[in-house]
């Protein structure tokens, strides 16, 4: 299956500043997403990434918040906008593996915001 | 729009003994379903993936079945050790809405006392 390098892994930033998380994945994938695990809960989809189109986005998530490049098929960057307490989570990037449907979907180590 | 539940929300053992984690979906239109194991702070780590198709898969200490019909599907964990310790998220491919995405339930914290 995909390997799927994500940075950094952990970060505590200030209040109003953004934040741009990068995942650069080992084969070319044509689908990315982004998730978002808040303290003590599931994880919840941000955004579809496809190379060389828009991302899109779940109800709930706007690109002027959470805007995403996929410049092409192996790398993909989140940016947290503005941000507030309240972005404090773990977000995450996800891949389906080769042959989707035999080996279902990998997931980044995770970055880890803290926002203060 | 597809609901996934686990249960129980947290669970301790001692080591050795057998378990059950479950997990129910409200939509049987599923491409596959993965289970996942994530440590603490950590990203998800997957254990096992069972196509729409079957109706169970194993891995070492782990089994999981799948029962459409139903919606649910269960992991099963052997000889419990406390190196099992960890959330475990039950999550589901849907494709005929054209989302490729995971849903995923809200996970089942396994403790494992030594």
């Known amino acids: 299956s995909a390997v799927i390098s994500q940075k950094p892994s952990r970060d505590i930033c200030q209040r109003g500043t953004s934040l741009t998380i990068q995942c650069q994945v080992d084969?070319?994938?044509?689908?990315m997403f982004w998730y978002r695990q808040q303290p003590g809960q599931s994880l919840t989809l941000i955004a579809t990434a496809n190379q060389g189109s828009e991302a899109t986005y779940e109800s709930g998530f706007v690109i002027d918040k959470f805007p995403i490049s996929r410049p092409n098929l192996t790398f993909s960057t989140l940016t947290v906008s503005n941000m507030s307490p309240e972005d404090s989570s773990i977000y995450l990037c996800s891949v389906e593996a080769p042959g989707w449907n035999n080996y279902g979907y990998t997931f980044g180590s995770g970055t880890r915001l803290t926002v203060v | 729009k597809q609901e996934v539940t686990q249960i129980p929300a947290a669970l301790s053992v001692p080591e050795g003994e057998n378990l059950v984690l479950n997990c129910s979906f409200t939509?049987?239109?599923?491409?596959?379903l993965q289970w996942f194991r994530q440590d603490p702070g950590k990203g998800l780590t997957s254990l096992l993936l069972?196509?729409?198709?079957?109706r169970e898969q194993t891995s070492g200490r782990l089994n999981a079945s799948l029962d459409k019909s139903s919606g649910r599907s269960t992991l099963y964990i052997a000889a419990s050790q406390p190196g099992d310790s960890a959330t475990y998220l039950c999550a589901l491919a849907e494709g005929d809405t054209g989302r490729r995405a995971l849903t995923f339930g809200s996970g089942t914290r396994l403790q494992v006392q030594p």
């Open positions: 069972i196509q729409s198709s079957q």
């Open positions: 939509d049987s239109a599923i491409y596959n």
């Open positions: 084969s070319q994938v044509t689908m």
